[in-house]
């Protein structure tokens, strides 16, 4: 039977695996019903995720792993040149257009940014 996710917090919801609602008794085309009355008193869905996951309007985000661990992570700030704007390797300045860039490889000393 084509049940909605609204159906469950609806008045004329019926409870019932062989009947949707009295108005609807096999359910609604589409994904909106036009006779959707919230019942107050029902018990809200709850929404289950997995630990590194989470819900962002309603649907279920998967978080990347990171390979990376928290201190790692802080090390990065003190030598990347993302954030210093300065090769690790030979300490040649980038442009200061260095936030745009996608790649952080030296063009003077040949260093390679392996970190993405």
């Not at 039977?1 to 009947?19: E, G």
Request: overall charge negative.
């Amino acid at each position: 039977m084509p049940k909605i996710p609204q159906c469950d917090r609806c008045l004329l919801y019926s409870h019932n695996p062989y009947l949707v609602c009295a108005v609807h008794p096999d359910g609604v085309d589409g994904d909106k019903c036009l006779d959707f009355r919230e019942d107050l008193n029902a018990e809200p869905v709850e929404l289950w995720q997995p630990e590194g996951a989470s819900y962002y309007n309603g649907e279920l985000i998967l978080q990347p792993r990171q390979r990376w661990t928290a201190e790692q992570q802080l090390e990065l700030l003190d030598w990347h040149p993302m954030f210093t704007g300065k090769c690790p390797q030979c300490g040649a300045e980038y442009e200061r257009d260095y936030t745009a860039r996608v790649h952080w490889d030296c063009p003077d000393c040949g260093w390679m940014d392996d970190s993405v």
